[in-house]
């Protein structure tokens, strides 16, 4: 609509002598018209097959994808726990006071002897601590082994993919396309996509 600003327009899409784009873009098409131009479609079915195109090429690395997030999820949990550990064992434990932790994290401490006992035991807690550290410690090494082999797999996947598609091609694509381009399809791209998946992708789980 912001072609509509400028003066001068047409019913065939020209503005002041300058032809932008053609009549169905400025004007709602009316009648049979409304078939010839569905942008919201275009966009949804180009998005559509995006998608599909991006599964395929997950083929051979979705395991070690899903091994990576689950191990994400695991350490940021262990993140989480460990400072409560440590809050429960210095304000409720040592200090006395009364504990406001989930229902079922209390019934798990009253089943042990309740905070009172832990007091007495402190090395309970000192265990509790070096657990869920080394739970944290395993998550990361089980995220950056199946975080790298998924990315490495992925990339191997998209390029063997690529060079066929590029080898079935006519000499005449070659001809219009310059070299550089497609050594950059086949190198740059591949590994733009590589970073999103290994890092963006699996980084909203470790949030």
């Known amino acids: ?9 047409s019913r065939n899409g020209y503005v002041q002598g300058r ?31 995006t ?20 191990c994400a999820g695991i350490t940021a949990l262990a993140d989480m726990v460990q400072p409560q550990i ?28 309740g905070f009172s006992y832990l007091g007495e035991n402190l ?14 410690v395993l998550s990361q090494y089980g995220f950056r082994v199946s975080n790298t082999r998924a990315s490495e797999t992925l990339v191997k996947t998209m390029r063997d993919q690529l060079y066929g598609h590029i080898q079935r091609l006519p000499f005449s694509w070659h001809m219009k ?12 791209d591949i590994d733009t996509t590589k970073n999103f998946l290994s890092e963006q992708l699996t980084s909203v789980f470790r949030i």
């Open 1 to 9: 609509m912001l072609l509509m600003v400028a003066t001068g327009h």
């Open 19 to 49: 032809r932008l784009l053609p009549a169905p873009f400025l004007y709602p098409a009316q009648g049979n018209e409304r078939e010839v131009f569905d942008l919201n479609e275009k966009h949804t079915s180009s998005r559509q097959n």
């Open 51 to 70: 998608a599909r195109l991006l599964w395929k090429f997950l083929e051979g690395s979705k395991r070690f994808f899903l091994a990576s997030i689950l």
């Open 86 to 113: 440590i809050r429960a064992a210095v304000d409720c434990a040592i200090g006395g006071k009364e504990g406001d932790f989930p229902a079922f994290v209390m019934e798990a401490v009253e089943r042990i002897g």
């Open 123 to 136: 090395w309970i807690m000192a265990l509790a601590i070096v657990a869920v550290a080394a739970v944290q």
């Open 177 to 188: 396309n310059k070299t550089g381009d497609i050594i950059q399809r086949c190198t740059s």
